[in-house]
C-alpha cells in the first residue's frame, strides 16, 4: 500500500479572485497542484490537512497519515520562534502558522516522518530552536537573486552543493545541482537536533536535516523542477521511502 502523505494547507483570505466561490471575506483553504502532482509521481498518496484548531485535532488526523509535507507560503510570524515582528516581514498569516506548528508537534509526538519546503523548512527549524536570517538583502551580502517573482518556477536559478553525508546527499551523489529559488528569508543556525546539509554559492543554508523523527527540510522548490529534472523528483521519493 502507498504511503499517505498529508499536505498542510494553506489559508487564503477572501480576495476578488474566489469572489466566485462564494461568500466574501471567508476563508479558504488550498494548495498549489505541483505539490500534490510530485507526491503521487514520487509514489505516495496526497492528502490535504485543513487547519487544525488544537493539537488534539492534529494528533488524531496525523494518526491516518504515514508522513507530512509542510510546503511554502508566507513568512512566518516571528512570534512563532519566540522573535519580535520586524519590518522586513511581509504577507503573515498567524492561523495557518498556529496549525502547522500543531501538525509538526503532532508528527514529533508520533515519531513520523516530515519534509519541509522554504517556508516549511524554516517553520521546522525555528520549532527546534533555530535562528533565521529575517531578510537575505538586508543582513547578509549574498550576490545571489535569492527572490525573483518574473522567472518561471521551473528554472533553476543557482547552484547548491551537499553534504555527500547526508539523506539528500544519497539523492544527488555528483554533490551539487541546480535549484530555483523564492525566499528572502533563510535559516541562520540549526535547530536542536537539526543540521544543515547544503549551501548556496553564498553560504547560505539551502537544506536541513534531523532524526527522531525524521525530518528533511530544502529552501527551495522540488515539485515545479522536477518534470525537467527528475532528478528533483528523488527528494520526494527519498523521503516517502521513509514513510514506508
Request: charged letters at 20%.
Amino acid at each position: 500500500m502507498k504511503p499517505v502523505i498529508g499536505i498542510a494547507l494553506d489559508l487564503v483570505r477572501d480576495v476578488k479572485m474566489y469572489a466566485s466561490r462564494g461568500v466574501p471575506d471567508q476563508m479558504i483553504v488550498e494548495t498549489t497542484k505541483p505539490i500534490y502532482d510530485a507526491v503521487w509521481a514520487a509514489g505516495g498518496v496526497p492528502v490535504g490537512l485543513g487547519e487544525a484548531p488544537a493539537l488534539e485535532d492534529a494528533l488524531e488526523l496525523c494518526q491516518a497519515i504515514d508522513g507530512l509535507i509542510v510546503p511554502g507560503g508566507p513568512d512566518i510570524f516571528p512570534g512563532t520562534y519566540g522573535k519580535p515582528v520586524s519590518r522586513y516581514n511581509s504577507m503573515l498569516c498567524i492561523e495557518k502558522d498556529e496549525s502547522d506548528v500543531r501538525y509538526i508537534r503532532a508528527m514529533v509526538q508520533l515519531g513520523k516522518p516530515m519534509l519541509g519546503i522554504c517556508r516549511g523548512m524554516q517553520l521546522m527549524n525555528g520549532l527546534a530552536g533555530g535562528e533565521m536570517v529575517e531578510d537575505i538583502p538586508a543582513f547578509t551580502d549574498s550576490k545571489i537573486v535569492h527572490f525573483s517573482p518574473v522567472v518561471p518556477a521551473w528554472l533553476a536559478t543557482h547552484q547548491v552543493r551537499v553534504d555527500p553525508d547526508s539523506g539528500l546527499g544519497k539523492v544527488f551523489p555528483q554533490g551539487s545541482f541546480g535549484v530555483n529559488s523564492f525566499h528572502h528569508q533563510c535559516v541562520k543556525t540549526p535547530g536542536k537536533g537539526m543540521r544543515i546539509i547544503a549551501w548556496g554559492e553564498d553560504g547560505l543554508a539551502e537544506a536541513t536535516e534531523g532524526e527522531a523523527p525524521y525530518c528533511l527540510g530544502v529552501q527551495w522548490h522540488p515539485e515545479y523542477l522536477y518534470e525537467k529534472d527528475p532528478q528533483q523528483l528523488e527528494i520526494l521519493r527519498y523521503f516517502i521511502g521513509k514513510c514506508r
